[in-house]
């Protein structure tokens, strides 16, 4: 209920995690808008994560409630911040959903206990406020009213979880939660800052970006500051510094009237610093540098970052259960559109992508095997020892592509694949042939699998043996032979 920048998000994070959605908005424009939010979204998410996707769910535009919220399970409300239209809205939504409907408000700051004041199953509303990004932003605090069931509370934890967010369950109401109230001070000593004279919008955000906001973004505020404290940590760090919170620094307890002389004054500094980009350039400017942030952070296995991975991994191992072969046909191990960063000048995927495509095709196959994130927690994993990639055609930024996989053979230790890359047409661009050998990682022998895993490769590969070799198969890799 809802379709600007909040609704039109939360639209594309459930629908590319496969969730079929439902938007009601009065607006006229609502749907041009929507799809310039998806459109978005989906070339984000086609370079924030190789993992495969979820068959993406539908979004649907509908002018009525009623068309909206027929049989729906969980209703995201993302109407203006105004007390009265979100209760209005709320009756009138609840004369057609079933009891058993989650309301999910993505009020940025009126407490849910107000919220569902006039409600006749109070116990069904929570708060789930995003930050936009929607579709790219983990973070969604989770706040319960007086009224709120814990069972809507748990629903609501492990849906957001599998959409790929971190819910932050904010256990104590209070106007703003948690991270706009931090948010709001900081932007009240900036409207001083202005207002003053003391810096202009371009240089507190330099400040910002080049500065403290790149701590912040893998660290936070108190853990950083614990490092501040050096070897004593924290207790020295507020013992050094604690007498500081009582000079007059700041205006955190006045607040500047935002009149027009002081908007005039900040709108006319925001044009000089960004009036050169139309809002869908600075998005997308937005979007690429929060994906390098988290790809970064994704290596480190931190903050962020480390949720990413998780989620990546259960995208990864969700795709492997998918059923693949039909009729005796290879399995789709890997499908995505080719990111911009992975092209060279001419615009072509380079070289080394190719080789990345077919490593995410190995990993597409040994998980449909079975060898997923708990099998390698298990101490058991396949390292690649071989490599042959012949390059037959160019394929260019954003274009759609996909792997096939053929098991050669499957004999104790050795796996011997083999991969035909295509564009979506069926054009085929490359093919790679990789010997691989089963190894424990606690005595980084080489062992035989787990049976369980021999046996599915096994079954597979004598299905592959009957369809037809692949052209040029065993030019480098001489077969499985024997360890």
């Known amino acids: 209920m809802g379709g600007g920048v909040i609704g039109g998000g939360w639209a594309a994070r459930l629908s590319l995690n496969g969730v079929n959605v439902a938007v009601y908005d009065t607006d006229n424009n609502a749907e041009r808008k929507i799809k310039a939010v998806l459109e978005n979204a989906e070339s984000a998410f086609a370079k924030l994560t190789m993992a495969p996707p979820p068959p993406k769910g539908a979004v649907t535009v509908c002018r009525n409630m009623a068309d909206a919220l027929a049989a729906t399970e969980w209703v995201v409300e993302a109407v203006p911040e105004r007390l009265d239209i979100k209760q209005a809205v709320y009756a009138e939504a609840e004369s057609i959903l079933s009891e058993a409907a989650v309301i999910a408000s993505s009020t940025s700051g009126i407490m849910p206990s107000d919220l569902q004041e006039k409600m006749r199953h109070p116990e069904r509303l929570i708060v789930a406020h995003p930050f936009n990004p929607v579709y790219l932003l983990p973070l969604v605090e989770i ?52 207002k003053d004279g003391v810096a202009d919008t371009g240089e507190i955000d330099d400040a910002i970006r080049y500065g ?74 937005r979007d690429d540098n929060l994906i390098a942030v988290l790809q970064s952070l994704k290596a480190k296995k931190w903050g962020a970052g480390k949720l990413l991975a998780d989620y990546e991994k259960r995208l990864y191992d969700k795709g492997a259960r998918q059923p693949h072969e039909q009729d005796g046909a290879l399995p789709t191990t890997f499908q995505t559109r080719v990111p911009t960063d992975w092209t060279d000048y001419n615009n072509h995927m380079n070289e080394s992508r190719y080789l990345q495509c077919f490593s995410n095709a190995t990993d597409g196959l040994l998980r449909m095997l079975g060898v997923d994130a708990e099998y ?9 020892v071989e490599t042959h990639i012949r390059h037959i055609n160019e394929v260019a930024a954003l274009e759609p592509i996909y792997a096939t996989t053929q098991i050669l053979g499957a004999t104790g230790k050795k796996l011997h694949l083999f991969h035909h890359l295509y564009r979506q047409e069926g054009r085929l661009l490359a093919t790679g042939e990789h010997l691989l050998l089963h190894v424990d990682m606690n005595t980084k022998k080489t062992v035989a699998a787990e049976a369980g895993i021999t046996a599915k490769a096994t079954k597979l590969a004598r299905r592959h043996a009957n369809l037809p070799a692949p052209d040029n198969a065993g030019r480098a890799v001489k077969g499985v032979g024997k360890t």
């Open 212 to 285: 403290f906001g790149l701590r912040w973004a893998q660290m936070g505020i108190f853990e950083t500051f614990r490092i501040a404290g050096g070897d004593a940590g924290m207790r020295h760090f507020l013992s050094q510094f604690g007498p500081c919170l009582k000079w007059p620094w700041t205006k955190l307890t006045d607040v500047p009237e935002l009149d027009e002389a002081l908007s005039d004054k900040i709108s006319q500094q925001s044009d000089d610093q960004s009036g050169r980009y139309s809002v869908r350039e600075l998005e997308r400017i």
């Open 143 to 194: 706040v319960g009213g007086a009224k709120t069931s814990p069972q809507a509370i748990a629903t609501a934890i492990q849906h957001y979880t599998a959409w790929g967010m971190f819910p932050l369950h904010v256990k104590k109401e209070i106007p703003a939660f948690i991270a706009d109230r931090i948010m709001e001070a900081a932007w009240r000593e900036c409207l001083w800052l202005v």
């Open 376 to 384: 390698i927690a298990r101490g058991g994993s396949y390292f690649t």
